[in-house]
């Protein structure tokens, strides 16, 4: 490799060599699992039971999807947990940003106190039967909300919030607004939120994530399949699938059953990781700054 008219080292050639193989190496181990179960869930059911998959799909299928699908209520959990991952994002990137704004203004009376409160619960909480006791005598059980007021705001992406305010909203950029008559919140609106691209697009991620994967919550509070979560439904079709090919006394009909268990495995995987994959790309570029959080100051 050439730098203008300076060449490489031998040394810096094989730094380059070593590093570009170590990253192949790790790419690899790191995109193998993937190709191989999209590749399953499109192959035959007898070729993914008798692990005639390693690559490209054997004896390409759609079985996999249609018996994910057959079940209405695998469409209903789909636009519900859509409805829990866009309401449930929306409340969390509200408070936390409402959170995360005042803790970053250093004209904040009592700022220090009110952060060890927040950071306190990060690593002590009621624990799991006092806040199911908590969500009862709200009167959440079996509803949405159970879903989304108990994880509001993660104290951590609060966190990483206020220090994206602190290291990029100048203290010189509010005293100038105030000069100009704004008050905070107008400042927070059309001041600091339009600065802030990245980090809401980080946490919104963070928190989108969260709620489409839920499935504890809606184990533990949910008993009406209306307000199932797919995470939850894709379960019971997956445990129906296996207890069936269990059940099953012909052993060419529990072969059968079996391979469409281990067949669903994998077109379940797909059908629930599928939707994040393709929003990713959206807010792939805010993501990298994200991350770069108080990496460089200056």
Same mark, same amino acid.
């Given at each position: 490799?050439?730098?203008?008219?300076?060449?490489?080292? +031998?040394?810096?050639?094989?730094?380059? *060599?070593?590093?570009?193989?170590?990253?192949? $190496?790790?790419? &690899?181990?790191?995109? #193998? %699992?993937?190709?191989?179960?999209?590749?399953?869930?499109?192959?035959?059911?007898?070729?993914?039971?008798?692990?005639?998959?390693?690559?490209?799909?054997?004896?390409?299928?759609?079985?996999?999807?249609?018996?994910?699908?057959?079940?209405?209520?695998?469409?209903?959990?789909? +636009?519900?947990?859509?409805?829990?991952? *866009?309401?449930?994002?929306?409340?969390?990137? $509200?408070?936390? &940003?409402?959170?995360? #704004? %005042?803790?970053?203004?250093?004209?904040?009376?009592?700022?220090?106190?009110?952060?060890?409160?927040?950071?306190?619960?990060?690593?002590?909480?009621?624990?799991?039967?006092?806040?199911?006791?908590?969500?009862?005598?709200?009167?959440?059980?079996?509803?949405?909300?159970?879903?989304?007021?108990?994880?509001?705001?993660?104290?951590?992406?609060?966190?990483?919030?206020?220090?994206?305010?602190?290291?990029?909203?100048?203290?010189?950029?509010?005293?100038?607004?105030?000069i100009d008559g704004c008050n905070d919140l107008t400042f927070l609106w059309k001041v600091v939120?339009?600065?802030?691209?990245?980090?809401?697009?980080?946490?919104?991620?963070?928190?989108?994530?969260?709620?489409?994967?839920?499935?504890?919550?809606?184990?533990?509070?949910?008993?009406?399949?209306?307000?199932?979560?797919?995470?939850?439904?894709?379960?019971?079709?997956?445990?129906?699938?296996?207890?069936?090919?269990?059940?099953?006394?012909?052993?060419?009909?529990?072969?059968?059953?079996?391979?469409?268990?281990?067949?669903?495995?994998?077109?379940?995987?797909?059908?629930?990781?599928?939707?994040?994959?393709?929003?990713?790309?959206?807010?792939?570029?805010?993501?990298?700054?994200?991350?770069?959080?108080?990496?460089?100051?200056?």
């Amino acid at each position: 490799m050439e730098r203008g008219n300076i060449k490489d080292s +031998a040394g810096d050639r094989l730094f380059n *060599a070593i590093n570009y193989t170590f990253m192949l $190496v790790i790419l &690899i181990i790191v995109l #193998y %699992p993937v190709v191989f179960v999209v590749s399953s869930s499109f192959s035959a059911k007898e070729a993914v039971s008798a692990g005639q998959v390693l690559l490209l799909p054997v004896g390409f299928s759609l079985e996999g999807y249609q018996a994910v699908f057959r079940d209405p209520a695998v469409l209903r959990s789909i +636009a519900v947990s859509v409805g829990y991952t *866009a309401a449930g994002t929306l409340i969390n990137v $509200v408070l936390t &940003i409402m959170a995360a #704004y %005042p803790l970053s203004r250093r004209d904040l009376w009592g700022r220090g106190l009110i952060m060890g409160l927040f950071a306190f619960t990060m690593f002590f909480s009621g624990g799991l039967i006092p806040t199911y006791l908590l969500v009862k005598n709200l009167n959440l059980l079996d509803t949405p909300w159970a879903l989304l007021l108990p994880t509001a705001v993660s104290i951590w992406n609060m966190v990483i919030t206020r220090t994206y305010f602190n290291a990029t909203i100048p203290d010189e950029l509010l005293e100038a607004a105030q000069i100009d008559g704004c008050n905070d919140l107008t400042f927070l609106w059309k001041v600091v939120l339009p600065l802030s691209g990245p980090i809401v697009a980080v946490i919104a991620l963070y928190y989108g994530v969260e709620h489409w994967n839920q499935y504890f919550n809606a184990l533990m509070y949910l008993k009406n399949p209306k307000w199932y979560p797919l995470q939850l439904v894709l379960r019971e079709v997956l445990i129906r699938s296996q207890v069936n090919s269990d059940m099953i006394g012909d052993s060419k009909q529990m072969a059968e059953l079996a391979g469409l268990s281990d067949l669903l495995k994998y077109s379940l995987i797909v059908v629930a990781t599928a939707p994040l994959m393709l929003v990713y790309p959206f807010v792939q570029r805010y993501f990298v700054k994200g991350v770069m959080i108080g990496a460089l100051k200056g």
